[in-house]
């Protein structure tokens, strides 16, 4: 029933930035907490951030944390991720999902198995 389409990545120096996007289909999006997720090349996915439905509340992968910001628009189906001091490490396939667990904790909102939705994925790549 929910569709979601990435945009945003491409390629960038180290210490450059980059703003991801993610337009989610239906009219429901605005009750579902959302998360990014990013795969690095020979790599398992990996948490990013997350946010919850009213866009209150905020949690991020340690390795991202004061770098890179999440955000949403219910007005417009969209979630966002303004990356900031990008660095190599960052390389990855991200990828926005809905959240559809009905667990409450930080520890849960990191867990890749708390998510049904996912989008095809925008490449990010970061040079040195």
């Known amino acids: 029933q929910v569709q979601l389409v990435e945009s945003g990545g491409g390629l960038v120096q180290a210490g450059g930035s980059l703003r991801l996007s993610c337009a989610a289909s239906?009219?429901?999006?605005?009750?579902?907490?959302m998360g990014w997720f990013r795969q690095p090349p020979g790599k398992e996915r990996e948490f990013v951030a997350h946010?919850?439905?009213?866009?209150?509340?905020?949690y991020y992968a340690d390795s991202v944390k004061g770098r890179f910001t999440i955000s949403r628009d219910n007005a417009k189906n969209t979630v966002y991720l303004q990356m900031n001091s990008l660095k190599p490490e960052d390389t990855a396939i991200y990828y926005c999902?809905?959240?559809?667990?009905?667990?409450?904790?930080?520890?849960?909102?990191?867990?890749?198995?708390?998510?049904?939705?996912w989008g095809q994925g925008t490449q990010v790549t970061v040079s040195s």
């Open positions: 946010i919850t439905w009213n866009g209150r509340n905020t």
């Open positions: 239906g009219r429901t999006f605005s009750t579902y907490a």
């Open positions: 999902a809905v959240y559809t667990s009905v667990r409450r904790t930080v520890l849960e909102a990191m867990r890749v198995q708390n998510y049904d939705y």
